[in-house]
């Protein structure tokens, strides 16, 4: 496995199924001794509750110290250079996840860090996200073969995750969005060189109707993201035939399963009454968040 975890195309099909493998062995088991001794710190430069506290707690069960480090106390990119904070934090941590604005600002941390950085959520990725996601289309389908997973919304952070995971995997994906609010261009290159090694199909279109058809995971994000906070009233605009709602699910024509990685904005990108039906299956992510990154963890920071 490389050093560090910036985004899932940094990981082999053999990472993922170690990382998958020690998830549903530490899912079983609590508390273990993987990181005893060590130390974790938390970077972040934006707010957050799935993340900060499942790795928080993550680490303690692997028997780490954590330290939480609040967008004021690093002032990461402009208290000091990056890479002076990478090689400082590095002669005191074990491992640092970080949750950043720019992605630049990960890649430098990596870049100058000698211990592990593992991406927290980056403007560009969600690669922790998009693993626990992954992990709970398995433990819901038992296969990827054959499986399809509908992404309806933003091409943002948290599908060009699922898009390199996914394709990794074998999952099918089907992307819905916007018009000009298209996923990367060269991630989603990328994720199609790989599907087609993986004999996997990954579509895009602009049709919300078109992308759910057959689907046994559903999938939405928030429409406006953290740092996007002044495009809110125009992407309320540009997203409302985009709404997860049960209108929308009539065109999937099978069993479904409702997928978000919260947090959720109800009435915007998917109903109240989507959000708390029997097919979701959101509380499971969020909850396997802190399995996965939990063997994340154990096997990256040495
Ligand atoms: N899904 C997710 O990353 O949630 P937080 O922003 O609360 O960490
Ligand atoms: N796309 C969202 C994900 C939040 C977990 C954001 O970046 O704010």
Redesign the pocket.
């Known amino acids: 496995m490389n050093k560090d975890l910036i985004s899932g195309f940094d990981l082999s099909v053999s990472d993922i199924n170690a990382i998958f493998s020690l998830a549903k062995k530490l899912k079983k088991q609590k508390n273990s001794t993987e990181l005893l001794g060590k130390t974790v710190g938390l970077v972040f430069q934006k707010p957050s509750v799935r993340t900060r506290v499942s790795f928080e707690v993550g680490a303690r069960q692997l028997g780490a110290e954590c330290l939480y480090l609040a967008p004021q106390d690093i002032q990461l990119g402009s208290r000091e250079p990056i890479k002076d904070v990478a090689r400082v934090l590095s002669r005191y941590l074990d491992g640092i996840v970080a949750r950043t604005f720019s992605h630049t600002h990960i890649l430098e941390l990596a870049r100058y860090a000698k211990v592990s950085v593992i991406n927290g ?1 980056s403007d560009l990725y ?1 690669p922790c ?1 998009a693993l626990a996601d992954v992990y709970t289309v398995y433990e819901n389908a038992g296969k990827f073969k054959g499986v399809k997973l509908a992404y309806i919304g933003d091409g ?3 599908l060009h995750s699922l898009l390199a995971v996914g394709a990794k995997v074998g999952l099918s994906i089907s992307a819905a969005t916007p018009k000009g609010y298209e996923p990367d261009k060269e991630i989603w290159q990328e994720a199609l060189k790989i599907a087609k090694k993986t004999g996997t199909e990954i579509t895009h279109c602009y049709d919300a109707m078109q992308a759910v058809n057959g689907a046994d995971f559903v999938y939405t ?2 429409w406006t ?2 740092g996007q906070e002044k495009e809110r009233k125009k992407r309320l605009k540009d997203f409302r035939r985009f709404q997860v709602n049960a209108k929308l699910l009539e065109f999937v024509g099978k069993k479904y399963r409702i997928m978000h ?1 919260m947090p959720v904005h109800r009435q915007e990108e998917i109903t109240d009454e989507v959000m708390e039906s029997k097919s979701s299956i959101v509380f499971e992510q969020a909850e396997n968040r802190l399995h996965v990154q939990k063997a994340v963890m154990a096997l990256l920071i040495k």
């Open positions: 959520l969600h996200q943002n952070n948290v994000d928030v993201s953290m990685c």
